[in-house]
């Protein structure tokens, strides 16, 4: 899921060559999940038709303050408009569209809702080679950088005139990936490498049989989706399970027992600056794994002895250089007193405490409650909310310890 997905983008479509692109750069927003509003100047109607917008965003296009072809004559407002974007991108923005935003020159539709707009702005620059090197072009362009828009650099190519050189605008996917990457540097988690273990183990008795448990995978797959979110480049190691992940920042890898998870977690550790173990990893195995189903015959006598697994999140806390390690500890009783030795004795920053006894907050529950502490053992209780609040309270107490 793009980190676009939900959100609301205002198009503003300026009178160049270039706006014949818009149709594409509408498709890569819907494409990504956004709901796409478009603006065009009246002389941006010369190059691309309001109808083929107004199909690919599912929208009405609007160019006018007033709409003159209606029997009631109505007013378009520019200030809802502005209000209603989550961002707005300026694309082609001429340079007498760059001037008059530079100047609030407010004499068309999208130059007053730029006016008006209190959300992040884009402004890609399109037009012809020596128009774009202008002094006065560049003056408006720094200009409006300086003001706080968000400049996306006209490329060199070739250019409508048939000249050769800088002011070409950006393809659609370098302006949606542009608009993406800006997004996630504003992201607190940008830059940062979270590894997540997530769901139950399965320990295989024999091809069709195997010791597991009840865990689902819903803690592990909300604190991946909300460190997508928050701009990480996540490593989710799932245990079976139907769920699926919602952002593109996140690397699936399925497992089924606790011996592939250790590998590959152990492996991708080394890399991650927090790694977060909500799995319910079985705590025993098979010493022997039968290589054909056990007949029934057999049952009468059959006897299974059982090994420790290995204690990942342990082992994984005595290889820790600086990263962030928090556990997971579900209990019955004396819930903090466990809690602590077990930060003690595995190496932990941090561990998630959870009471079996708490309603609402079992295996395959859509709600958690939970109790943060850290590794010197301050800790903080948190109401039963919905599992993905809870992993962004989780990552809330994350970044606390980051930032001391």
Not at 76 to 99: K, L, Q, R
Not at 159 to 172: D, N
Not at 184 to 202: E, S
Request: aromatic share 8%; charged share 25%.
């Amino acid at each position: 899921m793009s980190i676009l997905n939900g959100k609301k983008v205002l198009l503003g479509i300026s009178g160049g060559i270039a706006a014949y692109k818009s149709a594409n750069l509408v498709r890569l927003f819907i494409k990504s999940g956004a709901e796409v509003q478009v603006i065009m100047t009246p002389s941006s109607k010369s190059f691309i038709t309001p109808l083929t917008l107004s199909t690919l965003s599912k929208n009405e296009v609007y160019s006018e303050f007033f709409d003159e072809e209606k029997e009631n004559k109505m007013w378009n407002n520019h200030v809802e408009m502005a209000m209603w974007a989550d961002y707005f991108i300026i694309a082609p923005a001429t340079s007498n569209t760059i001037s008059k935003m530079a100047s609030a020159r407010a004499n068309n539709l999208l130059i007053a809702t730029y006016l008006s707009a209190k959300c992040p702005v884009f402004f890609a620059p399109a037009m012809d080679l020596d128009m774009h090197k202008n002094k006065g072009n560049q003056t408006n362009i720094k200009k409006l950088i300086k003001h706080g828009n968000i400049h996306i650099p006209a490329s060199s190519g070739f250019l409508a005139s048939g000249l050769e050189g800088e002011g070409r605008m950006k393809e659609p996917n370098e302006i949606v990936d542009f608009i993406s990457n800006h997004i996630l540097r504003k992201k607190k988690l940008f830059g940062k490498k979270v590894l997540i273990t997530a769901g139950p183990t399965f320990e295989y008795i024999d091809p069709v049989r195997y010791i597991g448990n009840f865990s689902s995978g819903k803690m592990g797959f909300a604190l991946a989706n909300i460190a997508g979110e928050l701009g990480a480049e996540v490593y989710l190691v799932t245990g079976p399970s139907a769920l699926t992940i919602k952002s593109d920042q996140i690397k699936k890898i399925d497992i089924i027992s606790a011996d592939e998870m250790f590998k590959i977690s152990s492996d991708l550790f080394k890399k991650c600056d927090i790694a977060i173990l909500s799995a319910a990893v079985s705590d025993f195995k098979p010493k022997k794994i039968n290589r054909k189903k056990i007949k029934k015959e057999s049952f009468k006598n059959l006897s299974i002895e059982l090994v420790p697994n290995i204690d990942i999140l342990k082992t994984l806390g005595s290889q820790k250089t600086n990263q962030i390690l928090v556990g997971f500890a579900l209990e019955t009783e004396n819930g903090l007193e466990n809690a602590y030795k077990k930060i003690d004795q595995k190496n932990l920053d941090a561990i998630v405490l959870n009471n079996f006894h708490d309603k609402g907050a079992g295996f395959n529950s859509d709600t958690n409650k939970i109790t943060f502490i850290n590794n010197k053992k301050e800790f903080k209780e948190f109401k039963l909310k919905s599992k993905e609040k809870v992993s962004l309270d989780i990552f809330k107490q994350i970044l606390k310890i980051i930032d001391e």
